[in-house]
């Protein structure tokens, strides 16, 4: 299998409050919006995507992971821009994990320090 593109999906009820949201924790408007009311994405890296998608029955029930160069950088961004940050669990290897809920329940973890080989 070749995959081109990856793209996540954080199921939401309410996709104006949460795309409010997401346009705070990624600092910009979505890509792309294609299905308005429905649907609304995010570019968050050359192949990677995150999408917001309505859909009551599983809001609040996703877990997105952004490897993200400098952490304290990004989270001083963040809280600048009103997002309220989760406490940074301290993992193994000097790896930091700074989780972020929004408003239904789903959690974005930033990851600093990240490598691909442990």
């Given at each position: 299998?070749?995959?081109?593109?990856?793209?996540?999906?954080?199921?939401?009820?309410?996709?104006?409050?949460?795309?409010?949201?997401?346009?705070?924790l990624?600092?910009?408007?979505?890509?792309?919006?294609?299905?308005?009311?429905?649907?609304?994405?995010w570019?968050?890296?050359?192949?990677?995507?995150?999408?917001?998608?309505?859909?009551?029955?599983?809001?609040?029930?996703?877990?997105?992971?952004?490897?993200?160069?400098?952490?304290?950088?990004?989270?001083?961004?963040?809280?600048?821009?009103?997002?309220?940050?989760?406490?940074?669990?301290?993992?193994?290897?000097?790896?930091?994990?700074?989780?972020?809920?929004?408003?239904?329940?789903?959690?974005?973890?930033?990851?600093?320090?990240?490598?691909?080989?442990?």
């Amino acid at each position: 299998m070749t995959v081109s593109h990856v793209l996540g999906v954080l199921p939401v009820r309410d996709l104006d409050v949460s795309r409010e949201f997401y346009e705070r924790l990624l600092g910009v408007p979505p890509t792309n919006v294609p299905m308005p009311g429905i649907l609304a994405e995010w570019r968050v890296t050359s192949n990677g995507w995150l999408q917001v998608s309505v859909d009551a029955e599983r809001a609040g029930s996703a877990q997105a992971n952004l490897a993200v160069d400098d952490l304290d950088a990004e989270l001083a961004a963040l809280r600048a821009r009103g997002v309220e940050i989760d406490d940074i669990q301290h993992a193994n290897k000097n790896v930091d994990l700074a989780p972020i809920t929004d408003p239904d329940g789903n959690v974005i973890t930033l990851i600093g320090n990240f490598r691909e080989e442990y």
